[in-house]
């Protein structure tokens, strides 16, 4: 009778250390979704801040080169004409 209870014992200990087995290996799964999420988050925050600050670039380069051929045209034409 004790051993079939032992037995029963051992039984009930092994299923509840499968249990929480498997909800550590649920959790460390979350755990690596979320910092794989975050990952990509702080990625594409740098990859924001990158884009922009080529935007800005961009768009003094073309303003510059508007402003320069203006004043070379500006120039050339003033020659000409004195």
Do not use: D, G, N, P
């Given at each position: 009778m004790?051993?079939?209870?032992m037995?029963?014992s051992?039984?009930?200990?092994?299923?509840?250390?499968?249990?929480?087995?498997?909800?550590?290996?649920?959790a460390?799964?979350?755990?690596?979704?979320i910092?794989?999420m975050?990952?990509?988050?702080?990625?594409h925050?740098?990859?924001?801040?990158?884009?922009?600050?080529?935007?800005?670039?961009?768009t003094?380069?073309l303003?510059?080169?508007?402003v320069?051929?203006?004043?070379?045209?500006?120039?050339?034409?003033?020659?000409?004409?004195?």
């Open positions: 004790s051993t079939m209870k037995r029963q051992l039984a009930e200990l092994e299923q509840e250390f499968m249990h929480q087995r498997k909800l550590e290996e649920q460390r799964e979350r755990l690596a979704q910092a794989a975050r990952s990509r988050q702080r990625l925050a740098r990859e924001r801040k990158r884009s922009s600050k080529r935007f800005y670039l961009l003094f380069t303003v510059m080169t508007a320069l051929v203006a004043v070379a045209m500006l120039a050339t034409l003033y020659l000409l004409l004195s």
